[in-house]
């Protein structure tokens, strides 16, 4: 069985569209739970949990505390974390149902694998497409997908790795850890709801991205990126 992690911060606009996605793998048994790890929501983020029973816990906020915050809570084998406002495509739970399967079938180092989602944005627009390239590209180049495609990962291999560092990139240095030899990407896409910027920035904005996380993995500090 799984547990979801979803860290929020007055996400009352985007976890209906998150949460929705969930329904169906949780009437047939694949997710046990659905943790909200709130950062200190000032809106209806808290109702909303109470109204869909999802479990609501409150932590420090930050990404990475959120993250391991609610990894702390969890009580599966794995662990999906997943972020506001991002849908998972239909047939997601085919997938993962696979994944852990084989993983569970052959035991030992298949248990020290993850998987991310293909990442896509719900915006018909060319920019939306030149985002999504430009994240592909990242993905075979570096190896680092972004934290809207999501982690499928083991308790067993998470636990291993000590969880999400506390980091200006989180999510890349969890990447990072992991490996790109262990880290497998599904078919199915993790549906981003909105395309960050607008504009020309909007469009140099991945190639930014790619431009800093290419001096993360030379071994440049986040700070020294940020003042770049």
């Not at 911060?9 to 976890?15: F, H, I, M, N, V």
């Not at 794995?78 to 739970?93: K, Y």
């Not at 499928?152 to 291993?160: A, C, N, Q």
């Not at 850890?177 to 020309?200: C, D, E, K, Q, Y």
Request: proline share 5%; with cysteine; charged share 20%.
């Amino acid at each position: 069985m799984l547990s979801v992690v979803i860290p929020t911060l007055d996400s009352e606009r985007a976890l209906p569209r998150t949460l929705a996605c969930l329904v169906s793998a949780t009437v047939q048994g694949l997710i046990r739970e659905v943790i909200l790890a709130d950062g200190g929501s000032r809106d209806e983020t808290a109702l909303i949990a109470e109204e869909t029973g999802a479990h609501f816990i409150q932590v420090p906020p930050g990404r990475a505390s959120q993250l391991r915050g609610g990894a702390a809570q969890a009580r599966s084998d794995w662990l999906l974390f997943l972020d506001p406002g991002t849908a998972l495509d239909p047939g997601w739970a085919g997938e993962v149902t696979s994944f852990m399967e084989a993983a569970e079938m052959r035991g030992g180092s298949a248990l020290e694998r993850a998987a991310v989602f293909r990442f896509a944005l719900d915006d018909a627009g060319p920019r939306a497409r030149w985002s999504e390239r430009l994240t592909a590209l990242r993905g075979a180049l570096l190896g680092l997908p972004r934290g809207e495609q999501g982690l499928l990962i083991s308790r067993r291999f998470y636990d291993r790795l000590g969880g999400y560092p506390e980091a200006a990139m989180t999510d890349a240095a969890m990447m990072c850890a992991i490996g790109s030899h262990r880290l497998a990407r599904f078919r199915t896409a993790a549906v981003a709801s909105i395309m960050p910027n607008n504009g020309l920035g909007g469009l140099l904005a991945p190639l930014r991205d790619l431009a800093s996380l290419s001096l993360y993995k030379l071994g440049f500090r986040p700070r020294s990126i940020g003042r770049a």
